[in-house]
């Protein structure tokens, strides 16, 4: 499975599914990073391990339409069976949205439908929790679809929190979590792709 990850900055959901690819955890390939941050550490870390990267922002194409046919075009030409948002802090485009349909996930750090949305990302997903006083937290990888984590949840996963959490141990159980989860998903769809290439070639 042709793996490209798109990341805003450090890209550690990224380099965890990259690690796995390499000691064959999973039957994958991430072929192509792309940030809309050119200073982004997902490109850098991509680069140290060989991986292609590509920088597509507002500073590359001066509208909304010509960035999503840019990303559109480049998901295309790598040949994409899976594209991972892996921390991407834009909205995707119609053209990505349609050509990629079915094959574009998310990771987000809650139990969705709790805590999702605009606003809610990283440490403030993790404050809302311990300031509501919730006994359970967790993450779930989902389809993507027009709006901020919204789309069909594939898997979730769940961890609990006592009246002793605080954010930071909350962030550092469901930040542990969200990687196994990530990496499970992945390898139950290049196993699925898997099968139904067996399928197709045999009839």
Do not use: W
């Not at 990850?5 to 990073?33: E, F, M, P, W, Y």
């Not at 159980?173 to 197709?200: C, D, F, G, M, N």
């Amino acid at each position: 499975m042709r793996i490209v990850a798109l990341a805003s900055h450090g890209g550690s959901i990224v380099q965890t599914v990259v690690k796995a690819c390499h000691r064959n955890a999973l039957d994958a390939a991430v072929v192509l990073v792309i940030s809309n941050n050119s200073d982004s550490k997902a490109l850098a870390r991509a680069a140290e391990s060989g991986i292609q990267t590509k920088h597509l922002s507002s500073n590359t194409h001066s509208t909304n339409e010509a960035l999503d046919t840019a990303l559109c075009d480049a998901l295309v030409k790598a040949d994409a069976d899976c594209v991972l948002l892996g921390g991407y802090m834009k909205k995707l485009g119609p053209k990505v949205l349609s050509q990629f349909s079915g094959r574009i996930i998310n990771t987000h750090p809650s139990l969705l439908p709790k805590y999702g949305g605009q606003g809610f990302y990283g440490r403030k997903v993790h404050e809302a929790v311990v300031a509501a006083g919730d006994r359970e937290s967790g993450a779930t990888v989902h389809l993507v679809e027009e709006d901020y984590d919204t789309g069909p949840i594939l898997a979730q996963v769940k961890i609990s929190v006592s009246a002793e959490d605080t954010v930071d141990s909350v962030e550092r159980r469901v930040r542990a979590a969200e990687r196994r989860l990530i990496v499970a998903t992945l390898r139950h769809l290049a196993e699925k792709q898997a099968l139904t290439s067996v399928a197709r070639k045999a009839s």
